[in-house]
T-cell receptor, first 113, second 112 residues
């Protein structure tokens, strides 16, 4: 959805480095989920933040961590980058309505060399 | 564990024909099933979703059916157009706020 923004658009890092990706939710949305989409695969859930706390987590190592700010924006941090971390990182935001759905941002393309 | 399987991986149809993509899920607690369309280099875009309290939902040329007993759901696109060409992903979740478990995707090609 056009209301969800992510930065940066593209990023190139080398193995062992650390990276921070950012997501600003659609207006009115208070929940942010992060997904990793490797080339040719479906998105895989990393974790979800609500009320500045991690509420759910997928099968990703502790190298992946996050944060949510009082304005509901969120960061994804990845430490000790591996070549296999190269992927499109998507955030999806949501509001607490039972009939709403998650809307994806444009993603950040991370390349690890 | 939680798993969503999607078939076929590729689908080629003639413009005007129908296309059907099928998914099965393993978690019986799943109650929300969205479908996303992803064009090359773009974000996944929600095209239709269905909740477990209904068996079918339709939006113009797109329809989704759900069989909770069999744990499978399908996307139907009628009167396909070249602009329907993209990768389509199904997903399942406990509800719309919960983590989405995605299928592996179907690359749809609509031949003019």
């Amino acid at each position: 959805d056009a209301g969800v923004t992510q930065s940066p658009t593209h990023l190139i890092k080398t193995r062992g480095q650390q990276v921070t990706l950012r997501c600003s939710p659609k207006s009115g949305h208070d929940t942010v989920s992060w997904y990793q989409q490797a080339l040719g695969q479906g998105p895989q859930f990393i974790f979800q933040y609500y009320e500045e706390e991690e509420r759910q987590r997928g099968n990703f190592p502790d190298r992946f961590s996050g944060h949510q700010f009082p304005n509901y924006s969120s960061e994804l941090n990845v430490n000790a980058l591996l070549l296999g971390d190269s992927a499109l990182y998507l955030c999806a935001t949501y509001t607490g309505s039972g009939t709403d759905t998650q809307y994806f941002g444009p993603g950040t393309r991370l390349t690890v060399l | 564990g939680e798993n969503v399987e999607q078939h076929p991986s590729t689908l080629s149809v003639q413009e005007g024909d129908s296309a059907v993509i099928k998914c099965t899920y393993s978690d019986s607690a799943s109650n929300y099933f969205p479908w996303y369309k992803q064009e090359l280099g773009k974000r996944p875009q929600l095209i239709i979703d269905i909740r477990s309290n209904v068996g079918e939902k339709k939006d113009q040329r797109i329809a989704v059916t759900l069989n909770k007993t069999a744990k499978h759901f399908s996307l139907h696109i009628t009167e396909t157009q070249p602009e329907d060409s993209a990768v389509y992903f199904c997903a399942g979740a406990m509800d719309s706020s919960y983590k989405l478990i995605f299928g592996s995707g179907t690359r749809l090609l609509v031949r003019p």
